[in-house]
C-alpha cells in the first residue's frame, strides 16, 4: 500500500514561490503516475500537474502552465510542484495522488487518469 505525505504549504504573497513536497512509502515512486490537484471548498477538485510512470507525458492545467513545475526524486522517493508567480486564485489545499493505471491517456492528459492513493493535502493561501 503507498502512502503519500504532502509537505511545503503555507502563507505566500502575490507573486512569491512555494514548493510542495510529496513523499512516497511503500512501493518505488516511478512504479506510480503521480498527480497535484488541488481544492476549493465548493469547487470540484481540479487536476494542476500530473507525470506518468516513466516520465515521458506531463500535464498542466491551463491556468497554471509556465508558472507552476512537477518534477520527481526517484532516489528519494519524493514527488514535488514548484509553484512560482503565485496568484491570489491559486489558493487551495493541494494533493498528491498516485495511480497504477496503464491505460490509455484520456486525452493525452495524465491528470484524467484515475488515481487511487492520495496524501492528506496541504494547504496554500496566496495572499498579500
Known amino acids: 500500500q503507498l502512502q503519500l505525505v504532502e509537505s511545503g504549504g503555507g502563507l505566500a504573497q502575490p507573486g512569491g514561490s512555494l514548493r510542495l513536497s510529496c513523499v512516497a512509502s511503500?512501493?518505488?515512486?516511478?512504479?506510480?503516475?503521480i498527480g497535484w490537484f488541488r481544492q476549493v471548498p465548493g469547487k470540484e477538485r481540479e487536476g494542476v500537474s500530473c507525470?506518468?510512470?516513466?516520465?515521458?507525458?506531463?500535464s498542466y492545467a491551463d491556468s497554471v502552465k509556465g508558472r507552476f513545475t512537477i518534477s520527481r526524486d526517484i532516489a528519494n522517493n519524493t514527488a514535488y510542484l514548484q509553484m512560482s508567480s503565485l496568484k491570489s486564485e491559486d489558493t487551495a489545499v493541494y494533493y498528491c495522488?498516485?495511480?497504477?493505471?496503464?491505460?490509455?491517456?484520456?486525452?493525452?492528459?495524465?491528470?484524467?487518469?484515475?488515481?487511487?492513493?492520495w496524501g492528506q493535502g496541504t494547504r496554500v493561501i496566496v495572499s498579500s
Open positions: 507525470v506518468s510512470s516513466s516520465g515521458g507525458i506531463t
Open positions: 495522488a498516485a495511480s497504477r493505471y496503464n491505460g490509455l491517456v484520456p486525452r493525452g492528459n495524465i491528470c484524467l487518469i484515475p488515481f487511487d492513493s
Open positions: 511503500g512501493l518505488p515512486l516511478n512504479y506510480y503516475a
